[in-house]
């Protein structure tokens, strides 16, 4: 018995001498694939974990966005007031020129700095605009020639029409803010609440000139 237990080892010996380079080789496929295998589930992981990271991230801006955006309404509503005001001091129905609005219009700032290109171009764009406008304003030498009073008026115009285009994206109707050039249409529209609509843009000799300017420098809307 213990001699057919030593021939049964020598055979296997033998047996593993001769297929030691396919045992060999096979054990080290094995550990590859395991090494894939892992290798895989870490990058899995990895990614699972960045795309997390992101989703958190971007859901940090938008509470971000929103709660910047909620303040927009009171800052344009008070753009207009101040074109209005603006408007109203060149026409003779304000006694002086408003106070700026500069903190205000500051607060544009925090919205643009998470909203869409789009957005961001069009507030970019209304408070330099505001800016332009007020360096205008000063000094006020030659406020009395009607030229000037022209101008003023209209560049208060233009003011108060990027400021009303912004409204529906400010209260979340819109997603963004169309940056295109204004149209004459927005403008004009502009000009007559800014006035008072009982006030006839089409008669008044002041703002006739002002239509003018604004029918010179502005297009058409574009039809849909």
């Known amino acids: 018995m213990?001699?057919?237990?030593?021939?049964?080892?020598?055979?296997?010996?033998?047996?593993?001498?001769?297929?030691?380079?396919?045992?060999?080789?096979?054990?080290?496929?094995?550990?590859?694939?395991?090494?894939?295998?892992?290798?895989?589930?870490?990058?899995?992981e990895q990614k699972a974990q960045t795309e997390a990271v992101a989703i958190r991230h971007r859901e940090l801006l938008e509470r971000k966005h929103r709660a910047a955006r909620s303040q927009l309404p009171l800052t344009l509503s008070s753009i207009c007031e101040y074109a209005s005001n603006c408007i109203g001091f060149f026409m003779e129905t304000e006694e002086s020129l408003p106070p700026t609005i500069d903190p205000a219009v500051a607060s544009l700032e925090k919205v643009v700095e998470y909203a869409d290109a789009d957005?961001?171009?069009?507030?970019?764009?209304?408070?330099?605009?505001?800016?332009?406008?007020?360096?205008?304003?000063?000094?006020?030498?030659?406020?009395?020639?009607?030229?000037?009073?022209v101008e003023r008026i209209y560049d208060a115009a233009v003011l108060y029409a990027y400021a009303e285009r912004s409204f529906p994206?400010?209260?979340?109707?819109?997603?963004?803010?169309?940056?295109?050039?204004?149209?004459?249409?927005?403008?004009?529209?502009?000009?007559?609440?800014?006035?008072?609509?009982g006030t006839s843009v089409d008669l008044t000799p002041l703002l006739m000139m002002v239509k003018g300017r604004v029918e010179q420098n502005h297009q058409p809307a574009p039809a849909d």
């Open 2 to 44: 213990f001699g057919g237990m030593i021939t049964w080892l020598c055979a296997a010996y033998d047996w593993l001498e001769d297929w030691q380079t396919l045992v060999s080789g096979m054990l080290a496929v094995g550990a590859a694939l395991w090494t894939v295998f892992t290798l895989r589930q870490q990058i899995n």
């Open 119 to 149: 957005s961001a171009d069009a507030l970019i764009r209304l408070a330099g605009h505001y800016q332009v406008h007020n360096a205008r304003l000063q000094p006020l030498e030659g406020s009395d020639s009607f030229l000037f009073k």
């Open 169 to 197: 994206y400010a209260r979340g109707e819109e997603k963004f803010i169309n940056s295109r050039p204004l149209s004459r249409e927005e403008v004009d529209r502009a000009l007559r609440i800014a006035v008072g609509f």
